[in-house]
């Protein structure tokens, strides 16, 4: 592709409209979470709930939990979570590997770092519409390699939901949702379309990064980016001498409301305290949290 024709893929570019640093912080021993979308000031960016990136080191995680009417995503960075869930369901996501919650009427289950040291990676949270809560829960996961993933012009791009470059993610997104891990070279300039109206965020892991004009001043690693909803897509640029590594996140808002307790996310008080007593009685889909 020559010059020209990159700089026509899109025409209105989404503008940064704000941007927070992500401090790491304790939540148990071994523990650590720079928790972006999700923390107090800014608990929900619609259809996203949650995104952490999290530090476990061995022995700890997250022992039995429940979830109930969201989607939650765990993406390995660095290291191998193991987990197990009250069917029986259970494995290993490896590094670089992915699974895909969906939640629905309710799962209970651990994720627990597994084997030595420190693991790394990004768990998303993503809101069902009331339509999708109660469904039967189920899991799509795949590992390092079949994760799709494109190189050119100084971009590597690893398409965890959606399309990049060409290369479409087999996940199947009941809200959605367009998930990317980019990795620019010095000197590549990305532009990446991002569906009108969608909710959009950048999350940088690694290096420095212009984003969404080009006379921006650069974003260092574990900032958080939330971009403008007008504009057809964003672009950045890597000016620096080093690789620059972020997550771009996009979903279609789903625009009801939204009411949380803990890993509960329903759409009335009425069916959080519903929820709550399935819960405690084992039943509604929590059956089998008997044992
Ligand atoms: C939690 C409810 C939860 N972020 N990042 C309440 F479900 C959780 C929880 C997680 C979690 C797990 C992993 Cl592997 C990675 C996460 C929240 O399990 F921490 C609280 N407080
Ligand atoms: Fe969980």
Request: charged share 25%.
């Given at each position: 592709?020559?010059?020209?024709?990159?700089?026509?893929?899109?025409?209105?570019?989404?503008?940064?409209?704000?941007?927070?640093?992500?401090?790491?912080?304790?939540?148990?021993?071994?523990?650590?979470?720079?928790?972006?979308?999700?923390?107090?000031?800014?608990?929900?960016?619609?259809?996203?709930?949650?995104?952490?990136?999290?530090?476990?080191?061995?022995?700890?995680?997250?022992?039995?939990?429940?979830?109930?009417?969201?989607?939650?995503?765990?993406?390995?960075?660095?290291?191998?979570?193991?987990?197990?869930?009250?069917?029986?369901?259970?494995?290993?996501?490896?590094?670089?590997?992915?699974?895909?919650?969906t939640?629905g009427k309710?799962?209970?289950?651990?994720?627990?770092?597994?084997?030595?040291?420190?693991?790394?990676?990004?768990?998303?949270?993503?809101?069902?519409?009331?339509?999708?809560?109660?469904a039967e829960p189920s899991?799509?996961?795949?590992?390092?390699?079949?994760?799709?993933?494109?190189?050119?012009?100084?971009?590597?791009?690893?398409?965890?939901?959606?399309?990049?470059?060409?290369?479409?993610?087999?996940?199947?997104?009941?809200?959605?949702?367009?998930?990317?891990?980019?990795?620019?070279?010095?000197?590549?300039?990305?532009?990446?379309?991002?569906?009108?109206?969608?909710?959009?965020?950048?999350?940088?892991?690694?290096?420095?990064?212009?984003?969404?004009?080009?006379?921006?001043?650069?974003?260092?690693?574990?900032?958080?980016?939330?971009?403008?909803?007008?504009?057809?897509?964003?672009?950045?640029?890597?000016?620096?001498?080093?690789?620059?590594?972020?997550?771009?996140?996009?979903?279609?808002?789903?625009?009801?409301?939204?009411?949380?307790?803990?890993?509960?996310?329903?759409?009335?008080?009425?069916?959080?305290?519903?929820?709550?007593?399935?819960?405690?009685?084992?039943?509604?889909?929590?059956?089998?949290?008997?044992?």
């Amino acid at each position: 592709m020559s010059k020209t024709e990159i700089s026509s893929v899109l025409r209105e570019p989404r503008v940064v409209v704000r941007k927070m640093l992500c401090l790491s912080q304790r939540e148990e021993p071994g523990i650590f979470v720079r928790r972006s979308i999700g923390r107090f000031e800014f608990s929900y960016f619609d259809p996203f709930l949650v995104l952490d990136d999290f530090s476990i080191t061995t022995p700890a995680g997250f022992p039995d939990h429940p979830h109930r009417g969201f989607e939650s995503v765990t993406y390995m960075m660095q290291g191998n979570i193991k987990h197990e869930d009250f069917t029986g369901h259970k494995g290993i996501v490896r590094e670089g590997g992915l699974q895909w919650m969906t939640a629905g009427k309710g799962i209970v289950h651990s994720e627990m770092a597994e084997g030595q040291g420190t693991i790394k990676g990004l768990q998303l949270w993503i809101n069902l519409s009331s339509k999708h809560k109660m469904a039967e829960p189920s899991y799509q996961e795949l590992p390092s390699k079949d994760i799709a993933e494109v190189e050119e012009d100084g971009i590597k791009v690893r398409v965890i939901a959606g399309e990049a470059l060409g290369a479409k993610s087999t996940i199947y997104t009941r809200t959605p949702t367009l998930f990317l891990d980019f990795t620019l070279k010095p000197g590549a300039h990305l532009q990446q379309p991002i569906p009108s109206m969608w909710n959009s965020f950048i999350y940088v892991l690694e290096g420095e990064g212009v984003f969404g004009t080009q006379e921006s001043s650069p974003t260092k690693a574990f900032h958080v980016l939330l971009l403008g909803p007008s504009g057809d897509g964003v672009e950045a640029w890597n000016q620096s001498s080093t690789p620059l590594r972020f997550v771009l996140v996009a979903g279609e808002p789903i625009g009801e409301p939204v009411v949380q307790y803990g890993p509960f996310v329903m759409n009335t008080k009425e069916e959080i305290d519903q929820t709550i007593d399935d819960f405690e009685n084992c039943t509604n889909g929590f059956e089998k949290a008997k044992h």
